[in-house]
């Protein structure tokens, strides 16, 4: 039973920073790569893919209204995935949820909720102008 539990969220101005944690436990990967990522929900609106990292090989994506403010890293020993969140606008504003993907094919659609069978329970972040 893997389990994911986020950390980190909070409220800030626009032009604030946030670290969001996610600390992973329960699970076993048959194999060397698997997929985690950020993903956030705002109300009204569908579940997005915000950034991703293909653990083992190195790989990351960023959807593109968050390239170049937001940065996803693992810390291997302690794991924990983290969003280094900075320059945040209100547009930001969402429940941001960790997951993972553990399948071999899982980078092929490394973006899309739809690949993660594992997820934490979120933790919101606020932005305010």
């Not at 800030?12 to 985690?36: E, F, H, I, K, P």
């Not at 083992?56 to 170049?68: H, Q």
Request: proline share 2%; net charge positive.
């Amino acid at each position: 039973q893997v389990q994911l539990v986020e950390s980190g969220g909070g409220s800030v101005q626009a032009g604030g920073s946030l670290r969001l944690s996610c600390a992973a436990s329960g699970y076993t990967s048959t194999s060397s790569t698997y997929c985690m990522g950020w993903f956030r929900q705002a109300p009204g609106k569908e579940r997005e893919g915000v950034a991703t990292i293909y653990i083992g090989a190195g790989n990351t994506y960023y959807v593109d209204s968050v390239k170049g403010r937001f940065t996803i890293s693992q810390d291997n020993a302690k794991n924990t995935l983290y969003l280094q969140m900075n320059s945040l606008k209100p547009e930001d504003t969402a429940m941001y949820y960790c997951a993972a993907a553990f399948e071999q094919w899982c980078w092929i659609y490394n973006s899309r909720p739809n690949n993660y069978k594992n997820w934490g329970q979120g933790t919101q972040v606020t932005v305010s102008s």
